[in-house]
Structures are given as structure tokens and as C-alpha cells.
């Protein structure tokens, strides 16, 4: 008998499923990887990473670091997980994604209270579940998902970035170092291509003028609804910055601060840092360097990058179609369907950027359909917390403007006397509030 269905194997049905099962409700995790591609994942694991490799700053005075935080207390799984298979990367926490995926698969398909099903969805289910089929959902569900709702969804294209071989990269021009030499190696964590100022603008005007991927596969997939060119401000192709205006990338992704090249002594004029991307240190991911140029042109436009003249890519930047509901009018900042109480909504469907905030979205989903289905209230957050502000965000934004939002402390209720506190001082104090009141919340409802 199954008490839960979550439908989608990525991080946030995964965590769904994980929390659900640990308090005792019997879950079937749906997934149609391997018999059916999204067109962007590469395995049948669960929580594979498709786009970086980073899950963002460790550090406590930053969102993604309180974020990560309340997910410890909260006991999530995938964040231990992807601790087990953490790389070296300064003060974020970057992982090999092969690792980390199988991790996470081998935990969930030991649990014996979920059984995996591995084929498609085509309808909503009628029993409790949890939605967490994440920005690739097909185009059947998300027609079922529609028809549901009653309200057009949203979409927009995101962007991966490409790999190259560590030992393709010249390191006679490239250097390793971390931002201000906050790596933990002494050569620091990251490798970095440094451009002249000629060089860089070389590099921008090959960038706007080469060509691109032809989106209309993605239109034609989704059929209705998409708004062509609209792209997650929080993800644009290196090529949509660089049209943006000339220095657009160096004030961006290739900005040079905190690093100096030991040519020179002197900080360049802009800078690509390439992370590692797995365990063997062998393969390098471009950071922030999303791009849908044709593959021939990203061969061509990135060994300009002085460094890669000679680069092999592992993989290439390609786009893919990414969905998202209209959470605002549709879902209760319990993530509860407003129509359904016992539908849930996680992950990267409601509205919510980057990693931590899908693995997020998917414990908080988990643990509220299981209190729901033990007769139990749903929680509701604080909104002081980071998590509570997310949910809280995507509920009530206003849909005209509804964009997808990550961790940030602009979503946070303000604090008092903040303009007493400086930069750093804030960030400390919303991290400490966020603490104690999740703690209080938690205790008055255990």
C-alpha cells in the first residue's frame, strides 16, 4: 500500500521521498529517466546535477550558508550526501556530481519504504503526492498540470556550462587561486584564465557575434505558453551579458577581484575561473559561463579564453527548457495545492533558484504531506528563516513579476536597527535570528 506518491527523482522529489518515508509513511518515487530523456540529463540517477556543480557558500554570514544550515537541523539527506562527495572550492560547497547522484540513489532505493517506479506520469495522481518533476517536467504532465491549475505557466530557458580536461588547459598562462586566497589548498581551489584588456574585448565582440542554438525545438515542445527569449536573469548565456554592453562580463563572471596573476603581480582585466568538477581532478567546469552558442563556435569563441587555446571540452553549454508554475495564485506557503490539500508542489516547479533551495523545497514538501497523512498540521515557517521566506516568496510575489528566486537576505523581513549594523554585521545577525527562530519554531511544534 502506498501512503505518498512523489513524482519526479530529482533533488527535490528525492528529499521529498526521503523525509516522508523516515516518518514512517510507505512512498512510491516516480521517475521516467532511462526510458524517457528530458534532453538534458546524461544518467538514471536520482539528483543528478545538470547544470554547475556547486551548491553554493558554506560560509554563515551568506544566504546559501544559512540556508544550508537550517537544512542540517532539519536532518536532510541529499545536504549529507553532497557533503560526502565535496570538492575543494574555497568557501562554497561544490561536489562531484557523479558521487554525489550515486549517493543519493544508493539511499534511496535502500530505504524500504520507498519503491522506485520507473516510468512516466501522464496524470495528476488522486491520492496524496508530491509534484517534484522539476523544470524538465513532459510536455503530458505539464498539460495535466495546467489543465489543474486553470493558469497559464510560465517558462523560461536556462543554460549550462561547459567542461573541459584539467590537462588540456595551459598552465603556463593559468593560474590556481582562490578570491582574496580563502582556498583551503595552498595554491588555491580554482583555475584561472587571465585576460588583457585587449584579449577581453576581443573575447566579447567573438561572443556577440557568434552563432547560436536555434530555440524553436523548445517551443514546439511545449507548444503553448513560452515566452520565446525569456531567459532566468539569475542564469543568462555569457552571449545575452556580453550584448548587454562591453564590460557587462568583466563587472559579471569574468570579474577579476581578489585575485592578482603572478606574471604580472598586477589584478588582470577580467578573469574565467574554471572549478573542478570531480573527485579525480581531472575535468573543470567554466563558472558562470552558461552559453548556447553551436558547438563549433564554443570551440572556436572559448579558446580565446587565454589558457584554453588548446582545451578539450568534455562537454559543451547547451540550453534547456525550464518550467515553472504560477505559485503565487496556486500554491499555500505550506507548498499545499490551494485547491487540494493533499497535493504538494516542490523543487524548481514552484519558483525556486539554485540547489539548495529545490532540496529545500523538497524536505519541507516531504515533511508536510507525511504530518498531513499522520493527521497532523502542515508547518508554516517562520519567515525570518530562509527557508520559510522562500516559501513565503513564492506564494505571494506578485505574478506579474514573478521571477525564480534563490536564497538571498532580500527576502527576509528587516531587522531592527539594521542601519546601525554594516554589511557583514547584518548578514551575522539575520543568520542568528534565522537560527534561534527556527529552533523556537520546531520546539513549540515537535
Given at each position: 500500500m502506498?501512503?505518498?506518491?512523489?513524482?519526479?527523482?530529482?533533488?527535490?522529489?528525492?528529499?521529498?521521498?526521503?523525509?516522508?518515508?523516515?516518518?514512517?509513511?510507505?512512498?512510491?518515487?516516480?521517475?521516467?529517466?532511462?526510458?524517457?530523456?528530458?534532453?538534458?540529463?546524461?544518467?538514471?540517477?536520482?539528483?543528478?546535477?545538470?547544470?554547475?556543480?556547486?551548491?553554493?557558500?558554506?560560509?554563515?554570514?551568506?544566504?546559501?550558508?544559512?540556508?544550508?544550515?537550517?537544512?542540517?537541523?532539519?536532518?536532510?539527506?541529499?545536504?549529507?550526501?553532497?557533503?560526502?562527495?565535496a570538492?575543494?572550492?574555497?568557501?562554497?560547497?561544490?561536489?562531484?556530481?557523479?558521487?554525489?547522484?550515486?549517493?543519493?540513489?544508493?539511499?534511496?532505493?535502500?530505504?524500504?519504504?520507498?519503491?522506485?517506479?520507473?516510468?512516466?506520469?501522464?496524470?495528476?495522481?488522486?491520492?496524496?503526492?508530491?509534484?517534484?518533476?522539476?523544470?524538465?517536467?513532459?510536455?503530458?504532465?505539464?498539460?495535466?498540470?495546467?489543465?489543474?491549475?486553470?493558469?497559464?505557466?510560465?517558462?523560461f530557458?536556462?543554460?549550462?556550462?561547459?567542461?573541459?580536461?584539467?590537462?588540456?588547459?595551459?598552465?603556463?598562462?593559468?593560474f590556481?587561486?582562490?578570491?582574496?586566497?580563502?582556498?583551503?589548498?595552498?595554491?588555491?581551489?580554482?583555475?584561472?584564465?587571465?585576460?588583457?584588456?585587449?584579449?577581453?574585448?576581443?573575447?566579447?565582440?567573438?561572443?556577440?557575434?557568434?552563432?547560436?542554438i536555434?530555440?524553436?525545438?523548445?517551443?514546439?515542445?511545449?507548444?503553448?505558453?513560452?515566452?520565446?527569449g525569456?531567459?532566468f536573469?539569475?542564469?543568462?548565456?555569457?552571449?545575452?551579458?556580453?550584448?548587454?554592453?562591453?564590460?557587462?562580463?568583466?563587472?559579471?563572471?569574468?570579474?577579476?577581484?581578489?585575485?592578482?596573476?603572478?606574471?604580472?603581480?598586477?589584478?588582470?582585466?577580467?578573469?574565467?575561473?574554471?572549478?573542478?568538477d570531480?573527485?579525480a581532478?581531472?575535468?573543470?567546469?567554466?563558472?558562470?559561463?552558461?552559453?548556447?552558442?553551436?558547438?563549433?563556435?564554443?570551440?572556436?569563441?572559448?579558446?580565446?579564453?587565454?589558457?584554453?587555446?588548446?582545451?578539450?571540452?568534455?562537454?559543451?553549454?547547451?540550453?534547456?527548457?525550464?518550467?515553472?508554475?504560477?505559485?503565487?495564485?496556486?500554491?499555500?506557503?505550506?507548498?499545499?495545492?490551494?485547491?487540494?490539500?493533499?497535493?504538494?508542489?516542490?523543487?524548481?516547479?514552484?519558483?525556486?533558484?539554485?540547489?539548495?533551495?529545490?532540496?529545500?523545497?523538497?524536505?519541507?514538501?516531504?515533511i508536510?504531506?507525511?504530518?498531513?497523512?499522520?493527521g497532523?498540521?502542515?508547518?508554516?515557517?517562520p519567515?525570518?528563516?530562509?527557508?520559510?521566506?522562500?516559501?513565503?516568496?513564492?506564494?505571494?510575489?506578485?505574478?506579474?513579476?514573478f521571477?525564480?528566486?534563490?536564497?538571498?537576505?532580500?527576502?527576509?523581513?528587516?531587522?531592527?536597527?539594521?542601519?546601525?549594523?554594516?554589511k557583514?554585521?547584518?548578514?551575522?545577525?539575520y543568520?542568528?535570528?534565522?537560527?534561534?527562530?527556527?529552533?523556537?519554531?520546531?520546539?513549540?511544534?515537535?
Amino acid at each position: 500500500m502506498t501512503d505518498l506518491i512523489v513524482i519526479g527523482g530529482g533533488l527535490a522529489g528525492s528529499e521529498a521521498a526521503w523525509q516522508a518515508a523516515q516518518r514512517g509513511l510507505d512512498v512510491s518515487l516516480y521517475e521516467m529517466r532511462p526510458s524517457i530523456s528530458t534532453g538534458a540529463h546524461e544518467t538514471e540517477y536520482f539528483a543528478e546535477l545538470v547544470c554547475s556543480n556547486s551548491l553554493g557558500s558554506n560560509l554563515p554570514d551568506r544566504a546559501s550558508g544559512v540556508l544550508k544550515n537550517e537544512l542540517r537541523r532539519l536532518g536532510s539527506m541529499l545536504l549529507e550526501c553532497a557533503e560526502v562527495a565535496a570538492l575543494p572550492a574555497g568557501a562554497a560547497l561544490a561536489v562531484d556530481r557523479e558521487l554525489f547522484a550515486r549517493l543519493v540513489t544508493e539511499r534511496i532505493q535502500n530505504n524500504p519504504r520507498i519503491k522506485v517506479i520507473r516510468t512516466e506520469v501522464t496524470e495528476i495522481p488522486s491520492t496524496p503526492a508530491v509534484i517534484a518533476s522539476g523544470p524538465l517536467t513532459s510536455p503530458a504532465l505539464s498539460q495535466k498540470i495546467a489543465q489543474l491549475s486553470g493558469q497559464e505557466q510560465l517558462f523560461f530557458f536556462d543554460a549550462i556550462s561547459p567542461i573541459v580536461s584539467r590537462e588540456s588547459v595551459n598552465m603556463q598562462i593559468a593560474f590556481r587561486a582562490s578570491r582574496y586566497e580563502k582556498g583551503e589548498q595552498e595554491q588555491g581551489d580554482y583555475i584561472n584564465c587571465p585576460f588583457t584588456k585587449d584579449e577581453y574585448y576581443a573575447f566579447v565582440e567573438a561572443l556577440r557575434q557568434a552563432e547560436r542554438i536555434e530555440l524553436h525545438s523548445f517551443e514546439d515542445a511545449i507548444r503553448s505558453g513560452v515566452k520565446a527569449g525569456h531567459f532566468f536573469e539569475g542564469c543568462l548565456p555569457v552571449e545575452i551579458i556580453a550584448e548587454r554592453g562591453k564590460d557587462s562580463l568583466a563587472f559579471g563572471p569574468m570579474r577579476p577581484v581578489g585575485l592578482r596573476d603572478p606574471r604580472t603581480g598586477k589584478r588582470p582585466f577580467a578573469i574565467v575561473q574554471l572549478r573542478q568538477d570531480n573527485l579525480a581532478g581531472d575535468l573543470y567546469n567554466l563558472v558562470g559561463f552558461q552559453t548556447n552558442l553551436k558547438f563549433p563556435e564554443q570551440k572556436r569563441v572559448l579558446r580565446m579564453i587565454p589558457g584554453l587555446e588548446n582545451a578539450e571540452f568534455i562537454r559543451y553549454g547547451q540550453m534547456h527548457r525550464n518550467t515553472f508554475i504560477a505559485s503565487p495564485k496556486l500554491l499555500r506557503s505550506t507548498l499545499q495545492f490551494i485547491h487540494r490539500d493533499d497535493l504538494f508542489f516542490a523543487g524548481q516547479i514552484t519558483g525556486v533558484e539554485g540547489y539548495m533551495g529545490n532540496i529545500a523545497t523538497g524536505l519541507f514538501a516531504g515533511i508536510n504531506s507525511a504530518r498531513l497523512c499522520q493527521g497532523q498540521e502542515p508547518l508554516t515557517l517562520p519567515q525570518t528563516t530562509m527557508l520559510g521566506a522562500l516559501c513565503h516568496y513564492v506564494t505571494h510575489a506578485a505574478l506579474k513579476d514573478f521571477q525564480p528566486m534563490k536564497a538571498n537576505f532580500g527576502i527576509l523581513p528587516a531587522l531592527e536597527n539594521s542601519s546601525r549594523l554594516d554589511k557583514r554585521e547584518r548578514a551575522m545577525s539575520y543568520a542568528n535570528r534565522s537560527s534561534t527562530e527556527l529552533e523556537t519554531y520546531l520546539v513549540s511544534h515537535d
